[in-house]
C-alpha cells in the first residue's frame, strides 16, 4: 500500500515551508514515526514523521525546493523494507566484530538523524566521534568535528593534490533558507522603521561571579542545574524595565503601548541559526525557575525544537555574544521590541578602585534602543541600573 508524506501545518500563519534534507533515501527501510525530511520554516525547523513502517519509494520535492502546507512531497511503501530486503552477505570475522561495535556503540549513544547522515558520507565510525549533543546525544556539528580532526592529522604527503585548471576558483550556490530570508527581512526592517542608537557601560562581575562560587554546589544538588550569568542578567533587567518602562513598551502606530509585565526574549543559537525564545512572566520567576527555563530553550533550540508561538511576543531581548568570544559590539533591535541588551565576554583588565589599580573581571555592555520612545538620558539610566544590580547583586533582592 502507498502511504503519502504531506506537509504538515507548523504554525497558524504559515502557507509555505522549505524542504530540507532528506534523511532516508529511497529503498532504505523506515520505522513508523522515524524522521524521513526536514521541513524549514522563517521560524522553526521540524522532522517529518514517517506515519507507517515501510520504505521512502518516491520524492517529489527535493531539498531546497517550497512546498505547501499539506501538498504531497514523496511517497512510501507500507512493508516493503521487510519483504524485499535479501539477506545480507556473511561478513567476515574482522568486519562483524566492527560492526557489532559499531552497533553497541550506537545504541549506548543517541545518534541523531543528520548526525548519522554525516557518519555515512564522511566514512568515520560511531566509536571516533565524541558527542556533545543533550543527554549525551551525537550532533552534526560532532562529526564535522572529528572529520575535521581526523582531516588535520592526516600528513599532507598522503593526501593526493586535487587538480585544478590554472586560476579556478570554485563557487557553491546554494538556496537561503527561510529562516535566513526572516532574519534578513527582520533585519532590515529594524533598520528602516526605528531610529535605533546604542550606549556602552562597563560591569564588574567579580560580586556575581563569588556568590555563584559560594552558592553554586548547593545550588546543583537541588535544583539540578548549573547557577549561571543569565539569571542575574534577567533579573536586572526587569529591575531596570521596572525603573525605565519606555524600554519595556512599543510603537504601535501612533500610539505608545507600555506593558506591565516582562516576557523577556534570550538570544540562542540554534541548529539552523540564531532564534529569540521568549521567558514569558520572567518577573514573576526565582532565579532557580529562570535558569532552569534558559536551559530547557538552549537544549530545544541545538535540536531544533522551538515551535512557533514561543518565539513571538517578547517584550525585551538579552543577547550574549560573549560566549562567541565577542568584546564589544551594537545589538540590533528584534521588532517591535524597543530595547535590546548585548552582553560580552568577561576579561581581567586593570580598573582604578579607592586610588588603586587593580585587575577586575570586567564585561562590556550594550543597550540599542528605539530613540522614538527612549531618550539617552533614560538609556543611560537604564544601563546604569543594570550595572548597580549586577555589582551589588543584593540589591536585586532588596528592590533598592
Known amino acids: 500500500m502507498t502511504v503519502e508524506l504531506r506537509v504538515p501545518a507548523v504554525g497558524e500563519s504559515i502557507t509555505e515551508v522549505q524542504i530540507g534534507d532528506w534523511l532516508k533515501d529511497i529503498g532504505a527501510p523506515v520505522k ?106 551525537m550532533l552534526k556539528e560532532d562529526v564535522e568535528r572529528a572529520r575535521g580532526a581526523a582531516h588535520t592529522a592526516t600528513p599532507a604527503s598522503a593526501i593526493p593534490a586535487a587538480k585544478k585548471p ?104 540554534g541548529g539552523k541559526g540564531l532564534v529569540v525564545p521568549i521567558v514569558r512572566n520572567a518577573e514573576r520567576l526565582s532565579f532557580a525557575e529562570l535558569e532552569i527555563a534558559i536551559a530547557e530553550l538552549g537544549v530545544r533550540a541545538k535540536e531544533n525544537k522551538i515551535a512557533l508561538d514561543e518565539l513571538v511576543g517578547g517584550t525585551f531581548t538579552i543577547s550574549n555574544g560573549g560566549i562567541y568570544g565577542s568584546l564589544l559590539s551594537t545589538p540590533i533591535l528584534n521588532p517591535p521590541q524597543s530595547g535590546i541588551l548585548g552582553l560580552h565576554a568577561i576579561q581581567e583588565r586593570p580598573v582604578a578602585r579607592n586610588g588603586q589599580v587593580v585587575i577586575r573581571p570586567m564585561m562590556y555592555v550594550a543597550l540599542s534602543y528605539d530613540h522614538r520612545i527612549v531618550d539617552g538620558r533614560e538609556a543611560v539610566t537604564f544601563l546604569k541600573r543594570i550595572k548597580d544590580c549586577m555589582e551589588e547583586p543584593a540589591r536585586m533582592l532588596l528592590e533598592i
Do not use: C, W
Open 32 to 137: 513508523a514515526d522515524e524522521a524521513v525530511v526536514v521541513i524549514e520554516t522563517d521560524k522553526v525547523t521540524v522532522e517529518l514523521p514517517a506515519p507507517v513502517d515501510g520504505q521512502v519509494v518516491k520524492v517529489l520535492k527535493k531539498k531546497g525546493e517550497q512546498a505547501k502546507v499539506g501538498e504531497v512531497i514523496g511517497y512510501m511503501e507500507v512493508g516493503v523494507a521487510a519483504k524485499t530486503s535479501a539477506p545480507a552477505p556473511k561478513a567476515e570475522p574482522a568486519k562483524a566484530e566492527a560492526k557489532k561495535t559499531e552497533a553497541t556503540v550506537e545504541s549506548e549513544v543517541r545518534v541523531m538523524p543528520a548526525a548519522r547522515r554525516a557518519l555515512a558520507e564522511s566514512g568515520l565510525a560511531a566509536s571516533a566521534v565524541t558527542p556533545t549533543g543533550p543527554g549525551g546525544r
Open 166 to 269: 590554472a586560476g579556478a576558483r570554485d563557487e557553491e550556490v546554494v538556496p537561503m533558507t527561510p529562516m535566513r530570508k526572516r532574519i534578513a527581512q527582520r533585519l532590515v526592517e529594524a533598520q528602516a522603521t526605528a531610529a535605533i542608537l546604542t550606549t556602552f557601560n562597563e560591569i564588574d562581575m567579580g560580586a556575581v561571579m563569588e556568590l555563584r562560587k559560594l552558592h553554586q554546589e548547593r545550588f546543583v544538588e537541588k535544583y539540578k542545574v548549573k547557577l549561571g550569568f543569565m539569571s542575574f542578567f534577567v533579573k536586572a533587567s526587569i529591575e531596570a524595565l521596572k525603573e525605565i518602562p519606555q524600554v519595556n513598551a512599543e510603537v504601535r502606530g501612533d500610539t505608545i503601548v507600555y506593558r506591565n509585565y516582562h516576557d523577556i526574549g534570550i538570544a540562542v543559537g
